[in-house]
């Protein structure tokens, strides 16, 4: 069980230029998100999805594209690099049924940098 | 809207010292309160939860109460380790139709040493 996996860990961009950032979970869970984590922000959400083909807005969506085609994967695309985009990028999984809470599994993060 | 307040850091703290770290909810339902752990380098993991109030969540010495009354959840340690320092987020998800997304603090920064 490799749990999430996201790719890369490192990146650095020119603004202006597109990119994806992959996330992968093996856990067969219905829900996936992505959260962006600044310094003296906490993490706060961009995207999330309740399973394939659904997705949604979170706190912080504008510059971020994302799709859910299978259950497993969940990338998140930025379509026009901003330095305001530099960020440590956290992909989660959860359980959406069966369950009277959340807990929500992290990856191990991508840092991007934006110049 | 839901939200988190949890104390700002950082903590700096001895080795074997006593650790509280404050956290204070806002939510429209009857949410379930976690407190995540960051290690430096890693993602987040859950260290422990309550779904209830009144429960009490604990794991690895570290415990927090479930305050229905005050909405808090404060965590606490009795001897805290050099391996405990970490960056420590209070989150919370609500009991209504969108009880999967999580609300976190903005986090807390604990340094032990030796």
């Known amino acids: 069980n490799a749990g999430v996996t996201q790719t890369p860990k490192f990146q650095v961009l020119k603004t202006g230029q597109s990119m994806t950032l992959q996330c992968a979970q093996d856990m067969n869970h219905e829900y996936m998100s992505w959260y962006r984590q600044d310094p003296g922000m906490g993490l706060r959400l961009i995207h999330y999805s309740v399973g394939a083909g659904i997705t949604d807005q979170g706190e912080v969506p504008n510059g971020y594209n994302v799709s859910r085609s299978t259950t497993e994967d969940f990338p998140l695309r930025l379509l026009s690099a901003a330095p305001s985009q530099t960020s440590v990028y956290f992909c989660?999984?959860?359980?959406?049924?069966?369950?009277?809470?959340?807990?929500?599994?992290f990856g191990p993060g991508t840092r991007l940098t934006v110049l | 809207g839901d939200s988190v307040t949890q104390m700002e850091g950082p903590v700096t703290l001895s080795e074997e010292a006593f650790l509280t770290i404050n956290c204070t909810y806002t939510a429209t339902g009857y949410p379930s309160l976690f407190w995540y752990v960051q290690y430096p380098g890693e993602g987040l993991q859950l260290l422990l939860k309550a779904t209830k109030a009144d429960d009490k969540g604990s794991n690895k010495g570290f415990e927090a109460t479930y305050r229905k009354e005050t909405t808090s959840f404060h965590l606490e340690k009795g001897s805290v380790q050099v391996s405990d320092s970490a960056v420590y987020f209070c989150a919370l998800s609500d009991s209504g139709g969108s009880n999967y997304k999580l609300t976190f603090g903005k986090g807390t920064l604990l340094t032990v040493n030796p």
């Open positions: 989660a999984s959860g359980r959406t049924s069966g369950v009277s809470y959340n807990e929500q599994f």
